[in-house]
T-cell receptor, first 109, second 111 residues
């Protein structure tokens, strides 16, 4: 069966610090991978998606970036965090149906 | 523009009081409609996929239906453990790999 992992589960970072969130998928190959952000009480905002190694599509202009160094690994990064980057970050994978990871709660102070 | 709207935003039910959640969509072409359950602080959990009008799926107290314009998630005799946010999403046939999500319905079932 397939599983998706995200870490860390929670993160508190100062404004201006760098960020690296990691997502890995097990039990499947060549999945489509996604990063979403969910603000409190709001819907899912698609940030990036990837259909293959090194192929990244950005949906929202911002100070975040994504990379896919391996088939089942997806990384979300920032060089300098902003207060507005706080939120709940979700990684997902799909072949048809989309499945989500447990999420990372990021607080930028 | 492709769009998904869920209603109501929030719903409070007494235990055993059946009801329905609505997901209406406007898309250029529907590839699939998905229902998820999300508990606070956790990632969405997949419930159902529906592909064509008239299709129905059931799981325990939940039943999802699909028409050409909307989907319903029927909750029969809910229990407090059914309390969660229910999300609806669509995937369009326009050749992208994106899923469009509604903002969800927050369900609270009171004992």
């Amino acid at each position: 069966s397939q599983t998706i992992h995200q870490w860390p589960a929670t993160l508190v970072q100062p404004v201006g610090s760098p960020l690296s969130l990691e997502c890995t998928v097990e039990g499947t190959s060549n999945p489509n991978l996604y990063w979403y952000r969910q603000a409190a009480g709001r819907g899912l905002q698609l940030l990036f998606y990837s259909v293959g190694i090194g192929q990244i599509s950005s949906e929202v202009p911002q100070n975040l970036s994504a990379s896919r160094p391996q088939d089942r690994q997806f990384i979300l990064s920032s060089k300098k965090l902003l207060l507005s980057d706080s939120g709940f970050y979700l990684c997902a994978w799909s072949k048809d149906t989309q499945y989500f990871g447990p999420g990372t709660r990021l607080t930028v102070l | 523009e492709d769009q998904v709207t869920q209603s109501p935003e929030a719903l409070r039910l007494q235990e055993g009081e059946s009801s329905s959640l609505n997901c209406s969509y406007t898309v250029s072409g529907l590839r699939g409609l998905f229902w998820y359950r999300q508990d606070p602080g956790k990632g969405p959990e997949f419930l159902f996929t529906l592909y064509s009008a008239g299709e129905e799926k059931e799981k325990e107290r939940l039943k999802a239906t699909l028409t050409k314009k909307e989907s319903f998630l029927h909750i029969t005799a809910p229990k407090p453990e059914d309390s969660a946010t229910y999300l609806c999403a669509v995937q369009v046939t326009s050749g992208t790999y994106k899923y469009i999500f509604g903002t969800g319905t927050r369900l609270k079932v009171l004992a």
